[in-house]
Nanobody
Framework: QVQLVESGGGLVQAGGSLRLSCAAS????????MEWHRQAPGKQRELVAR???????FYGGFVKGRFTISRDNAKNTVYLQMNSLKPEDTAVYYC??????WGQGTQVTVSS
């Protein structure tokens, strides 16, 4: 069983930045894939970014160089640095690990 706890969400103006954190209850050294997803009201959940244990990353098409996913295996934590935020980035952001474990989500609200 893996428990994931997200933090770092909040209210920010358009153009601002936030850094989300996802802390795991177990070592993530042996967990290959760590992901960030998001779900806006009335929309389907979508993949934001993915990182594997080798550090290879993948981003959703809407990211366009604005976000960076990283992982610190020593701290059992995955990060999502979000820059140049837009109102359409407003959503609940969820962390997910291999094996289908999800966190409870953290709200990100971007005001125009």
């Amino acid at each position: 069983q893996v428990q994931l706890v997200e933090s770092g969400g909040g209210l920010v103006q358009a153009g601002g930045s936030l850094r989300l954190s996802c802390a795991a209850s177990v070592s993530i050294f042996g967990i290959n894939l760590m992901e960030w997803h998001r779900q806006a009201p009335g929309k389907q959940r979508e993949l934001v970014a993915r990182i594997n244990n080798a550090g290879a990353t993948f981003y959703g098409g809407f990211v366009k160089g604005r976000f960076t996913i990283s992982r610190d295996n020593a701290k059992n934590t995955v990060y999502l640095q979000m820059n140049s935020l837009k109102p359409e980035d407003t959503a609940v952001y969820y962390c997910r690990s291999s094996g289908g474990y999800w966190g409870q989500g953290t709200q990100v609200t971007v005001s125009s």
